[in-house]
Nanobody, 116 residues
Framework: QVQLVESGGGLVQAGGSLTLSCTAS????????MGWYRRTPGNQRELVAS???????NYADSVKGRFTISRDNAEDTVYLQMNSLKAEDTAVYYC??????????WGQGTQVTVSS
């Protein structure tokens, strides 16, 4: 079955950096889009960033200029480099993949906590 394994979350001071990674396995179809959502302590859900197989990226306005998404198609892995972290970036970050049929699969989530 499809499995998405995330890593890289943790506790960091404001202004610091973290890199999240997510590797997918068990995919039956080619992954078209990979990306990250987050859910804040206030239960707000937000698309943080996404990237297509061709490398086209999309970012939430709140993270533009601070976060960078990239992927390794050969390894079915997506990365999220997060710089200049702010307290409001504190959330559970969820990796997702989307196939050409529009089917989405999700990771288990990784906690990112930014202390001010």
């Amino acid at each position: 079955q499809v499995q998405l394994v995330e890593s890289g979350g943790g506790l960091v001071q404001a202004g610091g950096s973290l890199t999240l990674s997510c590797t997918a396995s068990g995919m039956w179809f080619s992954i078209v889009v990979m990306g990250w959502y987050r859910r804040t302590p206030g239960n707000q859900r937000e698309l943080v960033a996404s990237i297509t197989r061709e490398g086209t990226t999309n970012y939430a306005d709140s993270v533009k200029g601070r976060f960078t998404i990239s992927r390794d198609n050969a390894e079915d892995t997506v990365y999220l480099q997060m710089n200049s972290l702010k307290a409001e970036d504190t959330a559970v970050y969820y990796c997702y993949t989307e196939s050409g049929l529009g089917v989405r699969d999700w990771g288990q989530g990784t906690q990112v906590t930014v202390s001010s």
